[in-house]
């Protein structure tokens, strides 16, 4: 921690934000189980942000277990691996948890290969030797983060080449390591963290390391202190600080992580870059540390089956592209309460309505919502009380925006900084008259992006 | 928003394949998926109501009968024009979300207990009528309500209301039958005391005089935060220094505390201003237009024929509320 303090330099916290239950009973300590291998995944082409990803097999033709199936061609886009060994099948089309419409590849299993501990063992067992990662060029650590497909694993699924590169023209002098797991009810970082702290560790020193940072610090919420401690002793003498913040939704957010942690504000329309700052989940470092160490690519990851809905929540390890309803079945189906399948966390997922909707790269969470959880009743008139302007921590004023969207006012929206929104949904949860702030704001955007892309 | 189910050419063959989770969750969503639990509109305006139990407490208590008579006449009054203008615009009338409740009550506790019992009627249809319903509803409404009302009347019927009006000699009633402080002091320099001040044995309209009754419902509304707690703190600091310096240590025995708990100040400041919908949305909106209303407040008092101004003063604020929203648009994170 050294002389930065307990947070690192920031106050530990950020302005605005919200409160929302936290719900993380439901998985919190229950140890990482590792799914069974599925009879058949499905890979949508483009699970990342940026461009799809160019097949490179043909139906029928078998792969192994890490094979390369489809090659990133733009620059922002990423490679997709076999998270199974098997037989290709005909192209097939799916639908992302986001509602987009995506060919895809389906792989049946031919070979489940490694099955329980002896898979988590592959994937993110030890040991991770600090010692021998100062070996790697930070070059090498580019490529085999470029070659291995990882994208972020919070949730936004920005591919993590273009972040942990060593030829930016912007000199960076830290990396954040994200830990907060803002969202309620997911608990899949805090676990991994607990269970496979030096596998996170040696990914940051080697994420660190590539792009030359002075420092690595990982920020975790205070409502995670087994995490916590867990990291602090396999901190090692790596010099990677530990920063614990105020739990606050959406601390997660890369501008407020780094706010929270430096005290620096990222510029309006800038990226962590301008800062001199890069920053990337628990979750990558691990599979950042696996990319360059064991030469191994993004096949699986570690997602939460969690709420009211699912008969036992758990936290699992699964192969990229299995079903969300196989996964569901697998945590004793739904209960008779279910009423929202949300991939991701309630704040920010998606709800989705079909059980072959694949688990993706960027897919954190199962979360399965009540009736009661979800409060249906119709949006009313806004009473312009500024319950949205105190809580948005973008320091917008949402009830404008959805007012510029829904009248078509594309001047109003960008004069009140619409882009800047990053649909936190902190503004529709604190909404007295439960308008869809975040859909209308969506809008907006859309329109806004339309038109300037004119 | 919501679908039923996948109707997508592209997604049949898988859909045939896999059935869904079953018909009742088929329901898609936008996020987020949760709100907070017990924070709506309708509750918003039963802490308003809620607030306004001591107030009204503190009317009947020194008011006796009459005040009872006048909440009635104005709830009767807002909930019929309530329903009414919804009826005629082929509405559902909304009575439920409480608002015209608010307003009802806020209007009746606004005017003096001598009102006729007709321009509380009137000045309830305006209220609604003009007030809110010609602007589109609830949360449309460029003025406060109740202060459209109590201005329609105020103007119309400018004997029965003028500051002589509340005065009633010949009442049982013993508040009633003093002349208001602040008429007192303007015409003849005879100061109120301060205690009586505080707890309401005064004479004015029925929901000002005590203003521990207001200090009690405007606090509670604060704390729930259903009502802006920059706007009466503005408020009440900026007519607070204007009284200041105005009176200096108490010229006449009339001091700033005098200026802050006689009158509509902190009824105004907790449940006239704060109404949401005619009142600014950002914060530094909020604290501008409150300082304004105690500054216009403290103008009218001090310069104007009128001994006091604090319907005049929130009405003109409200016209520049869509002014304020756009001069103080707040700095986004990370924007210059």
Redesign the interface.
Same mark, same amino acid.
Request: include cysteine; proline fraction near 10%.
């Given at each position: 921690m050294g002389w930065f303090g307990p947070h690192g330099g920031g106050g530990g916290t950020f302005?605005r934000g919200?409160h =929302?239950p936290a719900n993380k009973h439901f998985s919190t300590g229950c140890a990482i189980e590792v799914v069974p291998c599925p009879e058949r995944v499905v890979l949508p082409l483009q699970q990342n942000v940026g461009g799809p990803c160019t097949p490179v097999v043909k139906p029928r033709q078998k792969v192994a277990w890490g094979e390369l199936v489809g090659r990133g061609e733009a620059f922002v886009s990423s490679a997709l691996h076999a998270p199974v060994a098997g037989t290709v099948e005909r192209p !097939? *089309?799916?639908?992302l948890p986001n509602?987009r419409?995506m060919p895809a590849i389906a792989i049946r299993t031919e070979d489940p290969g490694l099955t329980g501990q002896d898979l988590w063992e592959a994937v993110f067992g030890g040991p991770w030797s600090n010692d021998c990662i100062g070996s790697y060029e930070p070059q090498q650590i580019h490529e085999a983060i470029l070659e291995a497909g990882i994208v972020g694993l919070g949730g936004a699924a920005f591919p993590t080449h273009v972040k942990i590169n060593p030829n930016t023209q912007k000199p960076i002098h830290t990396l954040v390591v994200n830990g907060c797991e803002c969202e309620?009810y997911l608990t899949a970082d805090d676990q991994l963290m607990r269970q496979a702290p030096d596998a996170i560790i040696a990914g940051a020193f080697l994420a660190g390391y590539a792009v030359g940072a002075r420092r690595v610090v990982i920020g975790v919420e205070d409502n995670k202190p087994e995490a916590v401690e867990s990291l602090r002793r396999a901190v090692g003498r790596t010099g990677i600080e530990v920063a614990v913040l105020k739990t606050k939704y959406p601390q997660g957010s890369e501008?407020?992580l780094i706010?929270a942690v430096l005290g620096r504000?990222? =510029? +309006?329309?800038?990226l962590p870059a301008d800062v001199g700052v890069a920053i990337g989940n628990v979750g990558t470092m691990a599979a950042v540390a696996r990319a360059v160490v064991r030469n191994r690519p993004l096949t699986h990851r570690v997602i939460c089956v969690t709420g009211a809905g699912v008969a036992r929540p758990k936290n699992l390890m699964v192969p990229i592209g299995i079903?969300i309803?196989e996964i569901i079945d697998y945590c004793g189906g +739904?209960t008779a309460e279910?009423?929202?399948?949300?991939a991701g966390g309630?704040?920010?997922?998606?709800?989705?309505?079909? &059980?072959?909707t694949p688990v993706t790269k960027g897919t954190s969470g199962i979360?399965v919502?009540t009736a009661k959880?979800?409060?249906?009743?119709a949006a009313?008139?806004?009473?312009? %009380?500024?319950?949205c302007?105190?809580v948005c =921590? *973008?320091? +917008?004023?949402p009830?404008?925006l959805a007012q510029a969207a829904r009248t078509g006012d594309l001047r109003l929206a960008r004069?009140?900084?619409i882009l !800047?929104c990053f649909?936190c949904?902190a503004c529709?949860?604190? %909404?007295?008259? &439960?308008i869809?702030l975040?859909?209308w704001i969506?809008v907006g955007k859309t329109q806004v992006a339309r038109s300037q892309g004119r | 928003m919501k679908t039923s189910g996948m109707k997508n050419k592209d997604n049949d063959k898988t859909a045939a394949a896999n059935a869904g989770f079953g018909p009742a969750l088929t329901e898609v969503a936008s996020s987020p998926h949760l709100v907070e639990s017990g924070r709506t509109t309708r509750r918003m305006m039963i802490d308003v109501l809620l607030a306004l139990v001591p107030v009204a407490g503190a009317a009947v208590y020194f008011f006796r009968w009459p005040a009872v008579r006048q909440m009635a006449i104005c709830l009767a009054a807002c909930l019929a024009a309530e329903a009414l203008f919804a009826l005629m615009r082929r509405h559902r009338p909304p009575l439920a979300d409480g608002s015209a409740a608010v307003t009802a009550l806020i209007l009746a506790l606004s005017l003096p207990v001598t009102a006729p019992w007709y321009t509380a009627v009137i000045g309830s249809v305006a209220a609604i009528g003009v007030g809110k319903a010609l602007f589109g509803g609830l949360g449309m409404n460029l003025f406060n309500p109740a202060m459209v009302g109590r201005a329609f009347v105020m103007i119309s019927f400018a004997g029965a209301l003028g500051a002589a009006g509340y005065q009633d000699p010949g009442s049982s009633i013993d508040v009633m039958t003093q002349a208001t402080p602040l008429t007192a002091f303007q015409q003849s320099g005879v100061s109120a005391g301060l205690a009586d001040l505080f707890l309401g044995r005064t004479n004015g309209s029925l929901g000002e005089t005590s203003a521990l009754a207001c200090l009690i419902g405007g606090l509670f509304l604060c704390i729930r935060r259903s009502a802006a707690w920059r706007i009466p703190a503005a408020m009440l600091a900026a007519a607070g220094i204007i009284a200041l310096l105005d009176t200096g240590l108490g010229v006449e025995g009339w001091t700033a505390a005098h200026h802050l708990f006689s009158g509509a100040m902190l009824f105004g400041a907790f449940f006239i201003a704060t109404d949401p919908v005619s009142s600014p949305l950002t914060p530094l909106g909020q604290i501008i237009y409150g300082a304004g209303i105690g500054a216009l407040v403290m103008v009218i008092r001090l310069f104007s024929g009128y001994p006091e101004g604090v319907m005049f003063a929130v009405l003109l604020m409200n016209a520049l509320t869509p002014l304020i929203n756009r001069w103080t648009i707040p700095t986004p994170f990370g924007g210059q």
């Open positions: 302005a919200i =929302p !097939a *089309m799916t639908t509602g419409h309620p501008k407020h706010k504000e990222v =510029p +309006l329309g800038g079903s309803g +739904l279910a009423a929202r399948i949300v309630p704040m920010m997922g998606f709800a989705v309505a079909d &059980r072959a979360t919502l959880d979800i409060e249906t009743s009313g008139p806004c009473v312009r %009380c500024g319950r302007v105190e =921590p *973008m320091g +917008l004023v009830t404008k004069r009140h900084n !800047a649909e949904g529709a949860y604190s %909404c007295p008259a &439960r869809p975040v859909q969506r | -």
